[in-house]
């Protein structure tokens, strides 16, 4: 008899997931990872020809996704609304919502910052976000074990100087993610952030011009961490933001 290789683990097996940023560093990651691990995923970005090029990876790795065109910058709360009646339209439920999207556009001092690119990075960053998420949580509510997982940076870098709406918004989106888990507390919606490390991406480019940090990975480090929240076993960090590089709950 022949010993045939055990089918590896499928923790997202008949999940369905909407992973926003789908086609960034840590979104096309994610999204590669969440296929292997079985989601059905609704990949949305802003850029429909680099949004194709994850739609092939992850129809390769595993069920074939949906597409979704959306600009956060551009949508409002009816546009929302309109992804998730089309969620439940075509597929009848949603299990997770992975939210990768982010848009920082380098360092500034807050004092010459237009005050339109501050506005935009704190709608972008956080309102947006929001909305993407308040939207989709009457759908969330239906499924036995849903997550909404939302990847965050690090307060205590983008809190320091230059940062400008980008490390603003993201201040509040640790204070979203703590407040929402706790509304949400006795209900199948788990909330949690994802705190990655540094990662080579178009993000952190943007920051440092030559990155030579001992701690910098690339996304695909970060992967595995978004199938472990979006899965039954992120149930242990319910409510908390997981600093993914120190495998700690981040203060
Ligand atoms: N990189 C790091 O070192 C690091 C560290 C800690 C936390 N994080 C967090 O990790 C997450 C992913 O970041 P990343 O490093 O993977 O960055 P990334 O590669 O730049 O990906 C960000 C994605 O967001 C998309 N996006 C930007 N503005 C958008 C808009 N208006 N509407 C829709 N999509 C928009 C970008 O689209 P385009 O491709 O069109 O620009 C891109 O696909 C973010 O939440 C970030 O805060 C990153």
Redesign the pocket.
Known sequence: MVDLPSAAPQPLAGRVVLL????????AAAARACAAAGATLVLA???LP?LNRVYDAVAQAGPEPLLYP????GAGPDDYAELADRLQAELGRLDGLL??????RGLTPLEHLDPAAFARAIH?NLT?PWWLVQACLPLLRQAPDAAVVV????PARVGQAYWGGYGVA?HGLHALVRMLAAELAGTPVRVAGL?????R????ARAYADDLGEDLRD?EAYAGACVTLLSAAGATHRGTVWDAAAGNAAP
């Open positions: 926003s940023g789908a086609h960034g560093g840590l979104g970005g802003r850029r680099k959306l600009d956060l910058e939210h990768c999207a982010a848009e920082f972008v947006a990847a965050v940076d690090d993201q705190q990655p490390g540094p990662m991406t178009p993000l952190r996304p």
